[in-house]
């Protein structure tokens, strides 16, 4: 059985190039490239237990990849257009992303990631501006698209002739979940209690035939990927997404995740975006 977490989708996820992912998740699975990221250095087994309680799990005549497409084409469709949309995300990992800023430090492995991006008349991003910051609010990286261009204004990278695009609010757990269908992965789906609301939990683990070694510091292979996604019940948006990996000694270590802490529409982005958005024309 082939993996679905292929190196090059590992190293992509893991290099400077990121914040051109800033739309991250949201242009493509892997366009972020310094995401992984999020440490929890207490914890080496993350897992739900702690914030959810399982209220039922039934097997559904549905394939898991169907059920997840309608819940986010619901959230899609409640989204507004010629509107801006404000996302934030916590990110987590306890795995090192390997990246160095322009002045010399390492990118933490503990951000939150903003974005705001305007919904044109065609429900696809226009323009918009996403930053990653530590957690005293200081500014690690920040991406602007406007005009076809996207702009890395921390590194100082730009591409071009850039299309608008549609957000990709599953962060590529649809995809994720599609590739395990094909190899015949069973989709546990249930519902549960997250942070006191219904949601709905699909999940699957994945077994390497053989342990896969990643570049990067660990030098422990890893043996299967266990991969979540919580869906709220009430407001269809992805509330969180999770993947943790299984060393070859035991050990599980959270490779990525992905909480959503706010989603918004507003007809006005805050002054300080605007003036960022300009400048990088």
Same mark, same amino acid.
């Given at each position: 059985?082939?993996?679905? *977490?292929?190196?090059? #989708?590992?190293?992509? *996820? ?10 991250? #998740? ?20 993350? !897992? ?6 399982? #209220? ?5 005549? /549905? ?11 619901? @959230?899609?469709? !409640?989204?507004?257009?010629?509107? @801006?949309? +404000? ?26 990631? /903003? ?22 609010? %200081? ?12 702009? %890395? ?5 730009? #591409? ?5 695009? /549609? ?13 395990? $269908? ?6 546990? +789906? ?8 219904? +949601? ?16 990067? $510091? ?14 709220? &019940?009430?407001?269809?948006?992805? &509330? ?18 992905? $909480? ?22």
């Amino acid at each position: 059985m082939k993996g679905i *977490l292929r190196p090059k #989708t590992v190293l992509a *996820l893991i290099t400077v190039f990121a914040i051109a992912g800033i739309m991250f #998740t949201m242009m493509s699975e892997n366009v972020y490239a310094n995401k992984n990221p999020f440490s929890q250095s207490e914890s080496n087994s993350p !897992k739900l237990s702690t914030e959810s309680l399982v #209220t039922s799990s039934q097997p559904s005549q /549905e394939k898991a990849s169907q059920v997840i497409s309608e819940i986010t084409n619901k @959230w899609k469709g !409640k989204i507004k257009k010629e509107e @801006w949309l +404000h996302l934030v995300y916590q990110i987590n990992s306890e795995i090192d992303n390997g990246v160095i800023l322009p002045d010399g430090r390492p990118m933490p492995s503990s951000y939150t990631e /903003e974005g705001w991006y305007y919904i044109n008349k065609d429900g696809l991003v226009e323009k918009s501006v996403v930053t990653l910051k530590d957690e005293t609010g %200081n500014t690690l990286q920040q991406t602007v698209f406007n005009g076809s261009v996207e702009t %890395n204004l921390t590194f100082g990278f730009k #591409t071009e002739n850039i299309m608008p695009y /549609e957000l990709k609010l599953d962060r590529g757990f649809l995809q994720y979940v599609r590739d395990a $269908e094909g190899l015949k992965i069973a989709i546990k +789906h249930q519902d549960l209690q997250y942070k006191d609301k219904p +949601h709905k939990e699909f999940s699957f683990t994945e077994v390497y035939d053989q342990p896969i070694q990643f570049n990067g $510091e660990n030098k422990e292979p890893v043996q299967s990927a266990y991969v979540t996604g919580l869906f709220a &019940s009430e407001t269809d948006e992805m &509330s969180l997404y999770r993947k943790v990996w299984k060393y070859g000694n035991g050990q599980d270590v959270l490779f990525e995740e992905c $909480e959503l802490l706010l989603a918004e529409s507003t007809t006005e982005a805050p002054l300080d975006v605007l003036t960022v958005l300009e400048s990088a024309k």
